[in-house]
């Protein structure tokens, strides 16, 4: 049986032998560096030493973090017109309402609950942002229910309490577009490596578990094994019918071993 951390970046799953992993911590603030490495982010002071620190987002060609959250909170204010557009057709038509009237179920409910921001001003604007995005979801419900008496008080209600409402929550998504990077920063957990003598830090988007797997639970199917510039793929792990890319080795390429 070995032990295995699993994370994710870029909506990836992954897994990594836990004996390679010196420590979890927050993401780090890092210092520029010169070195011409793609993958690198800088340098930063751990343990009495100075340790690179690489973003596995560069590893796999995906986009930087704050690109991705930017993009991400567009698409939920998209998706938040379509919920007041939907609600509008549904009074309207006398027609059922498909949308979610829980807060928590929606991508934004979701997105909202599985994040920690340790900034006062993150907070503060997460805190306000939680509280409207339940607002509305909870305001089709009156709606709906005032649907049930009279048509043009339903109309009422939403030009009147649902249109502010959904405003007010367009604005605090807005305002956390606007702090991308921030929240990148504290969005994303920093994992010390050891290879060998050596330690560097990898910065992915977030730590799901520390799991204990057989080796019979790991298909290392030879078409699954891949060997590229920045990772060693040897399989695929399956947990709790999950399944995660097994990386069995990290390559960075770091300024600091020459």
Not at 52 to 81: C, N, P, T, W
Not at 172 to 190: F, N, T
Not at 230 to 247: P, T
Request: proline share 1%; charged share 30%; glycine share 4%.
């Amino acid at each position: 049986m070995t032990s295995y951390i699993l994370f994710r970046v870029n909506n990836l799953k992954y897994a990594f032998p836990l004996e390679n992993i010196h420590r979890i911590d927050m993401a780090k603030d890092v210092t520029k560096s010169n070195s011409g490495e793609k993958t690198s982010e800088g340098i930063m002071s751990f343990e009495d030493d100075v340790i690179e620190i690489f973003s596995f987002r560069a590893m796999i060609g995906a986009q930087v973090y704050s690109d991705y959250l930017k993009a991400l909170f567009e698409d939920l204010k998209g998706q938040h017109k379509a919920w007041v557009d939907a609600l509008i057709y549904a009074v309207e038509n006398s027609s059922e309402f498909t949308k979610t009237t829980n807060p928590h179920m929606c991508h934004l409910g979701k997105w909202i609950d599985s994040f920690n921001p340790y900034s006062d001003e993150i907070l503060n604007i997460l805190n306000q942002l939680s509280t409207h995005h339940k607002k509305l979801h909870s305001s089709a419900i009156d709606v709906l229910e005032k649907r049930e008496k009279s048509l043009e008080e339903a109309l009422d209600w939403i030009h009147t309490h649902v249109k502010d409402i959904y405003t007010q929550t367009i604005w605090h998504i807005e305002e956390m577009a606007a702090k991308s990077d921030v929240i990148a920063h504290e969005s994303q957990k920093l994992m010390i490596v050891l290879d060998g003598d050596n330690k560097f830090g990898i910065h992915v988007d977030s730590i799901d578990d520390i799991v204990h797997i057989e080796d019979q639970e790991i298909n290392s199917n030879e078409n699954l094994v891949r060997d590229g510039e920045y990772l060693r793929v040897g399989g695929v792990l399956k947990h709790k019918d999950e399944l995660s890319s097994l990386i069995t080795k990290i390559k960075c390429h770091s300024s600091l071993k020459e």
